[in-house]
Each structure stands twice: as C-alpha cells, then as structure tokens.
C-alpha cells in the first residue's frame, strides 16, 4: 500500500488527487488490514469535503453508505 501511494506522489504531477486515487485503489485491492496504522490513526474516523452534504462526516459513515449501494447492486444483478 505505501510503495503505491508513495510512488504515485512522487510522480510530482497532480499529487494530492493522484496519490488518492492510488491509494484508494491499492486499498481497495489489498484490503483493510494492508493499509499501514500511520495512515489511519491520524484521521480519526473523520473526513472535510467540498462535497454539499458531506462537509464534515466520518469515514466510517461513508464506508457503510458504500457497503450499501454496493449490497444493492448485487441484489439487483442476481435478480435478473
């Protein structure tokens, strides 16, 4: 997970939405339990967007609103 983060931002392009994304894909990829504590442990479960309604949320609340529409798309898709 950090080597790919950590690659991504040294590319020295766009590197905040770059490592981002990199991260995010790596996270995703690799799981949870990947993803080093230094990275998660300053967070605090807390995230600020520019996203209207989602100023000032917990990440923890975002990750269940994903798990859900994730759940909802399976069960759509084995229904057809």
């Given at each position: 997970y950090a080597a790919?983060?950590?690659?991504?931002?040294m590319a020295c392009l766009d590197t905040d939405s770059i490592g981002a994304t990199a991260?995010?894909?790596a996270g995703a990829f690799l799981g949870y339990e990947?993803?080093?504590a230094r990275f998660i442990?300053?967070?605090?479960?807390h995230v600020r967007s520019a996203v209207f309604g989602f100023g000032d949320t917990s990440i923890s609340n975002l990750?269940?609103?994903t798990s859900r529409v994730i759940d909802s798309l399976k069960s759509q898709t084995s229904s057809e």
């Open positions: 790919t983060a950590g690659l991504a931002v991260g995010a894909w990947a993803i080093p442990d300053p967070l605090r479960d990750v269940d609103r």
